[in-house]
């Protein structure tokens, strides 16, 4: 619930983000958002760049058998997200990138 939220209420998300640039400042920038709806968790988000999800992926220590692959707009596009806890936040990534690209590299399941 986001009534009554001060920026304050974020820190978690907000400091583990701080950690992630300190530590992987040199990683592919992602979209990142941080939302009053759920104050607990950051996203990172990589649209068109399978190669930036992997490497973050590599980075947080997911193993990847642990990244759920799914395909949406008719099979076009290939969605990857695995979560992780850091720096007592939940850190969710998600990918997104064209379904033959994906099964170029062997992201495609």
Excluded: N
């Excluded at 998300?13 to 968790?41: E, N």
């Excluded at 058998?65 to 997200?81: F, K, M, N, P, W």
């Amino acid at each position: 619930m986001s009534e009554g939220l001060t920026l304050d209420d974020l820190s978690v998300p907000l400091r583990a983000l701080r950690l992630l640039a300190t530590d992987f400042g040199h990683l592919p920038a992602p979209s990142v958002a941080v939302s009053t709806i759920y104050p607990d968790r950051l996203k990172l988000t990589f649209y068109d760049d399978l190669s930036g999800f992997e490497a973050w992926r590599d980075a947080l220590g997911i193993a990847p058998d642990a990244v759920d692959y799914r395909e949406q707009s008719d099979g076009r596009t290939c969605v990857l997200r695995a979560a992780v806890d850091h720096a007592g936040a939940g850190v969710d990534l998600v990918g997104y990138g064209d379904v033959t690209a994906a099964a170029r590299s062997g992201t495609a399941r």
